[in-house]
Nanobody, 123 residues
C-alpha cells in the first residue's frame, strides 16, 4: 500500500527555517513525482513545490521561489522541503502527495496524501 508520512513541522519565528520530510513506504519514489501542498485555515490547497524523480526536475510556486528547496534522498525513500526565510503567510498544514508527473497548479491527480504537518510562523 502506497503511503506518505510528513514530519518536521513546528513553530518558528519569522525569518527562521524548517525542513519538512515526506517518507514513502509501499513503493519507491523513482516512478513518481512528489508534490508539496499547503492549506491555511479557510483556504484551498496551494501548490508549493514538486520534484519529478525521473530527472530531478523541480518546480516552485512564485510565493516560495528562492526561499524553499525540494530535494530527495533515494536511500531513505524520502523527499524534503527545506524552508528558509519563513514568513507568517507560510503558516499552514503542509502535505505531500504522489502523482505521475508534476503539477502544482491544482491537486487533481495526486494520491496517497499524508496526514500533514503543521507549520506556524509567528513571533
Amino acid at each position: 500500500q502506497l503511503q506518505l508520512v510528513e514530519s518536521g513541522g513546528g513553530l518558528v519565528q519569522p525569518g527562521g527555517s524548517l525542513r519538512l520530510s515526506c517518507a514513502a513506504s509501499g513503493f519507491t519514489l523513482d516512478d513518481y513525482a512528489i508534490g508539496w501542498f499547503r492549506q491555511a485555515p479557510g483556504k484551498e490547497h496551494e501548490g508549493v513545490s514538486c520534484i519529478r524523480m525521473s530527472d530531478d526536475s523541480t518546480y516552485y510556486a512564485d510565493s516560495v521561489k528562492g526561499r524553499f528547496t525540494i530535494s530527495r534522498d533515494n536511500a531513505k525513500n524520502t523527499v524534503y522541503l527545506q524552508m528558509n526565510s519563513l514568513k507568517p503567510e507560510d503558516t499552514a498544514v503542509y502535505y505531500c502527495a504522489a502523482r505521475a508527473y508534476c503539477v502544482i497548479g491544482h491537486i487533481k491527480g495526486y494520491a496517497s496524501w499524508g496526514q500533514g504537518t503543521q507549520v506556524t510562523v509567528s513571533s
